[in-house]
C-alpha cells in the first residue's frame, strides 16, 4: 500500500494511517520507499496490539442481544429484576397481511421508510406473526408493506419493539449495585432457580458468538456448577447449554445434554471472583468452543447437539436439570445469525475487538 504524494497541508497536520492485520499470527511490515525530505517530513510509527483495538458491540454485524446491568434494568422495589431491555438495536416487528412466507436470513426492507434488517426469526405463519430483526437500519413504521430479498411480503403491524427479558417475582435475580470495577450486575442465587425469560427469539441461528462477564464463587456441596443461558424446555433433551462449571471444577464450558454430558471446557479455572467468557457454535461445522480471561478457546469438533440452540432463560429455570449456581451476570452480548457455510457468526478480529472494549470496562485480565 502505498501512501502519497503528501501535501503541505497534510504534513502541517499530520497523517494517521490506520493498518490492521486480519489476526494475531499475521504480521505487519512499514517502510519508507526513500527518505521522506519535502516539509522535513518524519516517519513515526506507533504499533497497536489488535487486543487494545476497542469497539462498541453495535458496530460488529449480527448482534442479536447486548444486556448491561448499568441500562434497561427495571427493579421492583425488593431489587428483584422484572426486565431487562436490550440495548443491540433488534427489533420484533408485528406484520399482518401476508401474502406470502418470509425466509429467515434474508433481508426485509420496508417499502415506505426504506429501512433495512436481516430476518433471524419468524414467529408465526404467512398471515400474521411477529419477526425478529437484526442489522436493523432505518425506523419501520406502521402499515407500510414490507417484502424480504425473495418473495416473502406483509404489512407491518404497529411499531417495531425493542427486544427485552422479563423476570417474575420469586424467582427472578437480584439488581447489585457495584459488582466489578464499580459497575452494577445482576445476581442469580443458587436457593431458586432464578432466571430472565428471553421472549420473542425463539431461535438464535446457526451460528453463535456469546460474550458473557460476570462473578461466581465456589460452593463444595449442594450444588455442580451455574447454568448462564439454559433452553425453552427444563428438560435434559439434547440441546445447547451455556454454564458457568461442570460437575468438578468451575470453568466456563458449553454442555450438551443429550445423553452423557459433555462440556468444551476453556481449562481456565475461575475459582471465584470476576470472569471474561465466551462461547461459539456453528452448525456447519459441528464446533462448539469456549474461552476465558483472554486466553485461546478450546474446541469441542464433535459437539453437536440436535435439538437446536433455542434458549428460554437467562439462568435456568429448574435446578433439577441444569443446576444454579450463585454468580452475578454485568453484560451478556449475543451474535447470530443463519448460514449454510462454515462461517462462523464473528471474524477473529471482532472478537479480540469485542474482548477489549468488555476488558476496557470491567479490567478482567
Known sequence: TRIGPITAAQAARGILVDLRIATSADTL?????????????????TELAITDVVTVPTRIPHLLLWLKADSGVTKASNGEVTAWTDNSGSRALAYDGGS????????????????????????????SGTLVLTDVRGTFVDNEVITDSSTGAAVVNGSPAALTVTGAAGSAPFY????????PGLYFPRSVAANLVISNTPQQGTALQVFA???????ATSVAGATLMSP????????????????????????????ADEYASTGTTITSGKALARYRYNVGTTTGAAGANGVAEVADATFAPAGGI??????????????????????????????????????????????????SRYSIY
Open 29 to 45: 511490515s512499514i517502510s519508507a520507499a526513500t527518505t521522506p525530505s519535502k516539509y522535513s517530513a518524519v516517519l513515526t510509527v
Open 100 to 127: 406470502a412466507v418470509f425466509t429467515v436470513g434474508l433481508t426485509l426492507t420496508g417499502a415506505t421508510s426504506l429501512a433495512t434488517g436481516t430476518i433471524l426469526n419468524i414467529g408465526a405463519a404467512e398471515a
Open 176 to 183: 447489585e449495585a457495584s459488582v466489578i470495577n464499580s459497575l
Open 213 to 219: 462477564v460476570y462473578s461466581t464463587s465456589i460452593f
Open 232 to 259: 425453552a424446555a427444563a428438560s435434559k433433551a439434547d440441546c445447547l447449554v451455556l454454564t458457568l462449571s461442570n460437575a468438578t471444577v468451575n470453568r466456563s464450558a458449553l454442555l450438551d445434554t443429550g445423553g
Open 310 to 359: 433455542a434458549w428460554k432463560h437467562i439462568g435456568t429455570a429448574s435446578n433439577g436439570d441444569f443446576p444454579g449456581g450463585d454468580f452475578r451476570l454485568c453484560e451478556l452480548i449475543v451474535y447470530a445469525f443463519f448460514q449454510a457455510s462454515t462461517e462462523d457468526a464473528v471474524c477473529s478480529s471482532d472478537i479480540q475487538a469485542i474482548q477489549a472494549y468488555l476488558n
